[in-house]
């Protein structure tokens, strides 16, 4: 009897881990697709700002040969 009670509890909490095991393996993968998400909204902005960098220096060179004429 006690060796079947030993086994229902292994079995039970085996169970409760393979639970968690999920539950973390989503919750990283839900994080990884947040990582990715953020890296390619970082580089929208790089591009953004190096376009609007070169806008402006583009001004500033127009500016400046109007400016000598």
């Avoid at 993968?29 to 890296?39: L, M, N, S």
């Amino acid at each position: 009897m006690h060796r079947f009670i030993a086994i229902v509890l292994v079995l039970l909490l085996s169970g409760c881990g393979a639970d968690v095991i999920g539950a973390a393996a989503t919750g990283a993968a839900t994080k990884a697709e947040e990582i990715k998400q953020a890296k390619k909204t970082e580089e929208q902005v790089k591009q953004r700002l190096d376009q609007a960098n070169q806008d402006a220096q583009k001004r500033l060179e127009e500016a400046d040969k109007a400016a000598n004429q």
